[in-house]
């Protein structure tokens, strides 16, 4: 079967958004499509040849009803198959054969980077760490403080006498005393204790990693060319009145918004109608969106291929109307089958997916990813660990400290010295209530 097949492309060297799809090399064609359709036709059987469609549109009613583009040149019978980025949609169903998708897309929409960026965040300098990750850090400073706090009074060492001598490490002085250890600052006394020790040498050496983790990456965030989009939604592009946005002229992308019946999509439609702010071509909408104050809505592969292009400008991370590309053919056409189970089979072998990342490769040099992201707890498991084992490792020393002492007290005084280490606990942990108490009485009976 030979087949003449019409592809959308004019003004080749002026479209950027048919592009990556079919190109002039020499006196042949290339891209995406010319790729496509060779392999369609190595599994099905069949040849071909390719003419440009001749008004340069992809298919649209006019002022009188008829179709025009790549659409009525299969409904007039000029082209057999129509390849091209055309979207799958239900009025161009009625008048012609649509083969299953062969690339998905959606409706997005692309801003300069400059105007998407947001400083309304006065916090951000939060966003460097998760919340998973402040959390963390948040519960290891108040174990930390508890464990100083009950060291401090266990250990003989750090307070050798509880009835006359005055133990520094209060609770609230063991929350200080982290606190200034985390801001590098430093509070005294500090303690005399082996077991203290440990947990302080421990709790510094987690500070300064978590501090020199914390700078690295305000650091890269700093210095980061890709700003946070402040408009991450259709929603917050339709609640603003500063950004102008617009779509094609007759593109299925304005017939989504003007047949929707959800009341976003018609407020976004009836904004673009009483502006009027669509534009006639791909190549108009990214021009005035590099100008700035301009926010052009399309479909989402066409917008990932600018967005590669031209490294200035940023895609919304919300994509709606989910639809996919087909090639159209007339109605009852016998091929339409065959094609649509060729399409199928390139796409569970992964075929066009290579196409894909082959034609959309981008030629910006740093890669999005590079910019700074929130850094996460089990980045750090490790400190969390180690500070762990220096708490158990410093209570731990504290009670062998005091079970040390009640056996030389036990010994000298020939008691038990389970009963001994019972007194001192209760001494270390109530002595100071019994103490006041029994001087309140004292000054009641005076």
Not at 79 to 91: E, G, K
Not at 173 to 178: A, G, L, R, V
Not at 312 to 330: F, H, K, N
Request: proline share 3%; with cysteine.
């Amino acid at each position: 079967v030979k087949m003449r097949l019409g592809v959308i492309i004019k003004h080749l060297d002026e479209c950027i958004a048919q592009e990556p799809y079919t190109m002039s090399k020499g006196s042949e064609l290339e891209g995406y499509c010319m790729e496509l359709l060779s392999k369609l036709a190595n599994k099905v059987g069949f040849k071909y040849n390719v003419h440009l469609v001749k008004d340069g549109k992809f298919g649209a009613k006019d002022d009188r009803g008829n179709w025009i583009g790549m659409i009525g040149e299969v409904v007039r019978g000029e082209a057999d198959l129509a390849l091209a980025p055309l979207t799958l949609i239900a009025v161009r169903e009625t008048v012609v054969d649509m083969t299953k998708p062969f690339m998905q897309t959606g409706i997005s929409f692309v801003m300069k980077k400059d105007m998407a960026s947001d400083d309304s965040q006065y916090l951000s300098f939060l966003n460097l760490f998760s919340i998973e990750m402040w959390m963390s850090i948040l519960v290891s400073y108040l174990l930390t403080s508890f464990c100083i706090y009950l060291v401090a009074r266990i250990s003989p060492c750090e307070w050798n006498q509880p009835h006359t001598e005055e133990n520094h490490f209060t609770l609230s002085y063991s929350f200080w005393y982290t606190v200034g250890a985390l801001t590098l600052q430093g509070a005294g006394p500090h303690p005399k204790a082996v077991s203290g020790r440990v947990i302080t040498a421990v709790w510094w050496l987690f500070s300064l990693v978590i501090l020199a983790c914390y700078f690295a990456n305000l650091s890269s965030w700093m210095h980061s060319d890709t700003k946070q989009v402040a408009i991450k939604s259709f929603e917050d592009l339709a609640n603003q009145n500063v950004i102008e946005y617009g779509t094609l002229r007759s593109s299925s992308s304005l017939a989504f918004f003007k047949n929707s019946n959800l009341p976003l999509y018609r407020r976004i439609y009836e904004n673009m109608e009483r502006k009027q702010s669509w534009v006639p071509t791909m190549d108009e909408g990214i021009r005035k969106v590099q100008e700035g104050n301009y926010a052009f809505i399309g479909e989402s592969v066409t917008l990932d291929l600018a967005v590669a292009r031209y490294c200035d400008l940023t895609r919304c991370p919300e994509v709606i109307g989910m639809r996919g590309y087909s090639i159209a053919a007339p109605l009852g056409f016998p091929m339409v089958k065959n094609l649509s189970v060729a399409i199928l089979e390139l796409s569970e072998s992964g075929e066009l997916d290579f196409l894909r990342s082959k034609w959309w490769a981008s030629s910006c040099g740093a890669p999005e990813a590079a910019q700074a992201s929130p850094l996460k707890a089990g980045s750090l498991k490790g400190i969390f660990l180690l500070l762990a084992l220096g708490l158990a490792l410093g209570v731990a020393t504290a009670l062998a400290e005091l079970a040390a002492r009640s056996r030389r007290v036990a010994s000298t005084q020939q008691k038990s010295c389970c009963s001994v280490l019972t007194t001192e606990l209760s001494q270390r942990f109530g002595g100071r209530e019994e103490k006041t108490s029994a001087e309140d009485s004292e000054k009641c009976k005076a």
